[in-house]
């Protein structure tokens, strides 16, 4: 385990604050259509935009932007975030992305979000999270579904994809108690691996 700083660390990944030695692997992945697909990025993006980005982190208290590292090998895999964060009505929305391909469909996105979700319900007391998904997302509406997000509706065809089709928008939702007893179950998965 190195020394790297840690908001929150479950049992395969943790998730910290964005460093500067990130950006070449942000890079890659922002101009990556494979990454890009599912988070409407369309321009090419410079390293001098994300080194930007990364400057900007924590500097907006409506936002909260992790990185998400492997536990063993301390290895960059992706990103994730509250944005939006309404303070008065206590809640936001989320987002998510696996940037790593050989990280994809394996658990890593689902316990990044639970570990999300621990400082959005437990730290944060926020009442629920969004998340809009393209509705051809299926491994996001999977793992979505895995951390207690229920479909509240989808927008016909509100999203043109980079191919030109369009497709629907799944608007999912998971409030605080909802969550809970799935958080209970992770801890308890957890403790009972020691």
Not at 72 to 88: F, Q, R, V
Not at 99 to 127: I, S, V
Request: one cysteine or more; charged letters at 25%.
């Amino acid at each position: 385990m190195s020394n790297q700083v840690m908001f929150r660390r479950g049992e395969f990944v943790y998730l910290r604050p964005f460093a500067k030695a990130d950006v070449p692997a942000l890079q890659v992945w922002m101009n990556d259509q494979d990454v890009t697909q599912y988070l409407m990025a369309v321009f090419p993006i410079t390293e001098r935009e994300e080194y930007e980005w990364v400057d900007k982190q924590g500097t907006n208290k409506n936002e909260v932007v992790l990185a998400i590292v492997t536990v063993e090998g301390d290895k960059l895999i992706g990103s994730i975030g509250l944005h939006a964060i309404n303070w008065t009505s206590r809640t936001a929305t989320t987002g998510t992305y696996i940037g790593d391909k050989e990280y994809r469909g394996k658990g890593y996105g689902t316990e990044a979000k639970m570990l999300l979700l621990d400082a959005a319900f437990n730290a944060y007391d926020l009442y629920a999270v969004l998340s809009r998904v393209m509705a051809h997302n299926a491994p996001s509406l999977a793992y979505a579904n895995k951390c207690g997000y229920e479909e509240i509706g989808r927008i016909p065809q509100w999203i043109r994809r980079q191919n030109g089709e369009r497709c629907d928008e799944v608007l999912l939702i998971v409030t605080q108690e909802k969550w809970r007893p799935l958080w209970q179950k992770y801890l308890e998965a957890k403790t009972s691996k020691k």
